[in-house]
């Protein structure tokens, strides 16, 4: 049976809104957590999520059935609404 295989490593680099000081060091931790279940829900698997007050940097597979804007829309939006419940 033929099958299709790829490994595709992506390193995801997005800014907050306006490049404002958003991710606050006491949510980070949480925020990024609730980023790499995103991630793996949607069959890519986060190796490393990380950054600073203004951006987020994101080292994760790419799913065969995914494109990465689909990927990055999924976990800015959803990522938004959770940095605005921590906050």
Not at 28 to 57: D, F, P, Q, R, T
């Amino acid at each position: 049976m033929p099958q299709s295989l790829s490994k595709i490593l992506l390193h995801i680099i997005f800014s907050t809104k306006n490049r404002e000081d958003f991710i606050r060091p006491e949510i980070e931790n949480e925020l990024y957590a609730y980023m790499a279940s995103i991630c793996n829900e949607y069959g890519c698997h986060a190796h490393k999520i990380g950054g600073v007050e203004n951006h987020v940097h994101i080292a994760c597979n790419l799913s065969r059935t995914l494109t990465v804007s689909k990927l990055l829309e999924y976990v800015k939006k959803s990522s938004s609404k959770q940095e605005k419940k921590l906050n």
